[in-house]
């Protein structure tokens, strides 16, 4: 309503600058949820560079966010980090050396993800002998590149 009158008394008005143009772009995302993103490509080239540009006020708090929820991961998992727990920011991995301990480390992490309200069942694969982790394809006995990274890049 309040564009309908800031139209009314001209103070703003509809332009068509085809340049301009910032396309809405549907992604879908690995859990084959549509993601909608926005394509700035075509306003970036449109528009002259500046030799001093203000810093982006939403990656600066991601970067802030990523090493604040990095350090706290660190404190929750502190006791098991590197012996039943591998972490990098929100993505976890829980590692037993015998088969027949991985309920009890699991069981583990599970009251510390309670504990600290950060469970998400979405995110979780159960029972896998390799698995995705940070961009690699984590098996038994070696890691590799995700083949699906390469082909997107």
């Keep these: 309503m309040e564009i309908v009158k800031l139209i009314e008394v ?6 068509k600058y ?13 859990n084959g949820k549509i993601r909608v993103c926005v ?11 500046d030799d001093f540009p203000l810093p982006i006020i939403e990656l600066m708090g991601d ?3 990523g090493a604040t ?17 591998e972490c990098y920011v929100d993505d976890l ?29 979405l995110k979780c694969a159960f029972g ?9 394809i984590v098996r038994h006995h070696d890691i590799e590149v995700d083949q699906y990274k390469i082909a997107t890049i």
């Design 10 to 15: 001209g103070f703003i008005r509809e332009v």
């Design 18 to 30: 085809l340049t301009w143009i910032a396309n809405i772009v549907p992604m879908k995302k690995k």
């Design 39 to 49: 394509n700035f490509r075509d306003l970036n080239n449109a528009c002259p560079k």
């Design 63 to 65: 970067a802030t966010t």
């Design 69 to 85: 929820y990095q350090h706290d991961m660190q404190k929750i998992f502190d006791d098991m980090l590197h012996k039943n727990v």
């Design 93 to 121: 991995v829980v590692k037993s050396r015998k088969r027949e301990d991985h309920l009890q480390d699991l069981r583990m992490v599970f009251d510390r993800l309670r504990r600290y309200q950060l469970m998400n069942s």
């Design 128 to 136: 896998v002998t390799s698995g995705k982790f940070l961009g690699f």
